[in-house]
């Protein structure tokens, strides 16, 4: 680090002679021991432009990440709404108890809110009564077990 502060210092003393550029005000450090602060610029130092210019590109980084975000949300979301309608259109030709089985299936493969959402969307109240009975009554101590549930 020192050789290259005496490199500096030396380049800018021959610029000088020659008319080239004015001196660089580089400090002299007779001890070699230059700290990180005093090597850095400081932001007050730095042009405007250059501030302006971090604060911009970090916003902009920021609101693509955010934008990002919300696309790959919206994304999630429409597939889920698309396995939905297609769980239950394949559901919706089975009698009521291979029904009560799939949906039964599908809330310890998918969870609860999702096996919900199927049978919902059957739009058929005795199907979603049915699986409301088969998960409290018969499912219900095998979910606490696997923690899918919270025993009330």
Do not use: C
């Amino acid at each position: 680090m020192r050789e290259i502060k005496e490199l500096e210092r030396e380049l800018a003393r021959k610029k000088a002679a020659m008319g080239i550029d004015r001196p660089a005000d580089i400090p002299e450090y007779p001890d070699g021991k230059e700290t990180a602060r005093e090597l850095s610029p400081k932001i007050s130092e730095q042009p405007e432009e250059w501030v302006a210019e971090r604060e911009n590109a970090f916003k902009s980084a920021a609101a693509a990440v955010k934008n990002s975000a919300a696309a790959s949300d919206k994304d999630a979301d429409e597939q889920k709404k698309e396995d939905i309608i297609r769980d239950a259109k394949a559901i919706a030709s089975m009698d009521e108890e291979r029904k009560i089985q799939t949906l039964a299936a599908l809330a310890w493969q998918r969870g609860i809110s999702y096996s919900i959402d199927v049978a919902k969307k059957l739009e058929d109240p005795y199907t979603l009564d049915l699986l409301h009975s088969h998960l409290a009554n018969e499912l219900h101590d095998q979910l606490v077990a696997a923690k899918k549930l919270d025993d009330i």
